[in-house]
């Protein structure tokens, strides 16, 4: 999980990376359903029916181009959502987004990366050098 602002240094990383694995990586991204179940069984979580939360989540998706192209055409986001400790976590059923929500961000790095890197990359993220190197770093692969 990005939590500052990259420099130079980092973005050359992220394209060493990217032109290391890019092409051994293959589509691997799971669906909503089963990040959902994955997070389920993993962690102990309540459900969070928090209309605002909830909103968020939705906004998040449809106001960045890149998670509203997860969505099938005609679809809207269908977000369930969860707090463990407190941490707040959405999960869109129909992209696979995630969105997570803490006061402290040092908290939810370790949930966020775990949930990113079970949810694996679709054809498109594989395009993007940055969720690439992401993804090399915590799967290691």
């Keep these: 999980m990005l939590t500052r602002m990259p420099d130079d240094k ?5 394209r060493a990376l990217y032109a290391e694995y ?3 990586l293959k589509p691997d991204r799971k669906t909503g359903a089963e990040l959902e179940e994955y997070f389920l069984s993993k962690y102990e979580a ?7 939360f909830i909103e968020a989540c939705r906004d998040n998706i ?7 192209k997860k969505l099938p055409e005609g679809k809207t986001p269908e977000i369930r ?9 959405g999960i ?9 929500e803490c006061d402290d961000i040092m908290k939810v790095v370790y949930l966020y990366d775990d949930l990113f890197a ?9 395009e993007n050098p940055f969720l ?6 915590l799967t290691g692969r």
């Excluded at 980092?10 to 992220?14: A, D, N, P, S």
């Excluded at 959502?81 to 976590?89: E, L, N, P, Q, S």
């Excluded at 690439?132 to 770093?137: S, W």
Aim: without cysteine; glycine residues 6%; proline residues 2%.
């Design 46 to 52: 309540d459900e969070y029916a928090d209309e605002e």
């Design 10 to 14: 980092l973005k050359e990383e992220w």
């Design 62 to 68: 449809t106001l960045n181009p890149h998670s509203r």
């Design 132 to 137: 690439v190197a992401e993804y090399v770093k």
């Design 22 to 24: 890019r092409k051994a």
């Design 118 to 126: 079970y949810r694996g990359l679709d054809e498109d993220d594989l």
């Design 92 to 100: 869109d059923l129909v992209s696979g987004d995630i969105h997570v």
């Design 81 to 89: 959502a969860y707090i463990t400790g407190d941490v707040k976590v």
